[in-house]
T-cell receptor, first 111, second 117 residues
Framework: EDKVVQSPLSLVVHEGDTVTLNCSYE??????LLWYKQEKKAPTFLFML????IEKKSGRLSSILDKKELFSILNITATQTGDSAIYLC???????????FGDGTTLTVKP | GAVVSQHPSWVICKSGTSVKIECRSL??????MFWYRQFPKQSLMLMAT?????????EQGVEKDKFLINHASLTLSTLTVTSAHPEDSSFYIC?????????????FGSGTRLTVV
């Protein structure tokens, strides 16, 4: 059974801080790892990672995957209050393309 | 980019009634859509995989007679919660992937907040 574990479960920081969110996984026939940001409604897509060691970057957010150690990190630099959200990590195996989600990390950025 | 439209955004129904939730891919054809349920402060739990033109595949523990899924066209999947009860109150979200893109990022609908009273 595919499994995704995220840590920490919650995190409170102040604006300007840098945060690192962790995601470890076990999956049959790994295909991709996905990061999402969820605010009040449905998740929005951030990154898709398929290869080890290649950093994906979008503004202040970046992510990298280690397929040997089976984990990924999501970094957010110079955090803003608008970054407050639940960050979800999901893995896709070859099992009909289904995504297995972790429990998420709730990030709160205080002014 | 790919857009998935989900309706209604919220619904309140009486116990024992049925509720239908629609999920449409607006600018692409989705042979497969996924239905998730999310309880407060919990992660997304996959309920079923909806396949166009065939029966849905349900995850273990999900009652297929209670959560009816129909995927009659390449752009529309529906989830019907039959004989709803208060414990069915939850946030239901669908997702799909545009097969015309190289990404495996799935696009989510906006979700439906179901409250059964």
């Amino acid at each position: 059974e595919d499994k995704v574990v995220q840590s920490p479960l919650s995190l409170v920081v102040h604006e300007g801080d840098t945060v690192t969110l962790n995601c470890s996984y076990e999956v049959t026939n790994f295909r991709s790892l996905l990061w999402y940001k969820q605010e009040k409604k449905a998740p929005t897509f951030l990154f898709m990672l398929t290869s080890s060691g290649i950093e994906k970057k979008s503004g202040r957010l970046s992510s990298i995957l280690d397929k040997k150690e089976l984990f990924s990190i999501l970094n957010i630099t110079a955090t803003q209050t608008g970054d407050s959200a639940i960050y979800l990590c999901a893995v896709v195996g070859t099992n009909a393309g289904k995504s297995t989600f972790g429990d998420g990390t709730t990030l709160t950025v205080k002014p | 980019g790919a857009v998935v439209s989900q309706h209604p955004s919220w619904v309140i129904c009486k116990s024992g009634t049925s509720v239908k939730i629609e999920c449409r891919s607006l600018d692409f054809q989705a042979t497969t859509m996924f239905w998730y349920r999310q309880f407060p402060k919990q992660s997304l739990m996959l309920m079923a995989t909806s396949n166009e033109g065939s029966k849905a595949t349900y995850e273990q523990g999900v009652e297929k007679d209670k959560f009816l899924i129909n995927h009659a066209s390449l752009t529309l999947s529906t989830l019907t919660v039959t004989s709803a009860h208060p414990e069915d109150s939850s946030f239901y979200i669908c997702s799909a992937r545009d097969p015309g893109t190289s990404t495996y990022g799935y696009t989510f609908g906006s979700g439906t907040r179901l409250t059964v009273v």
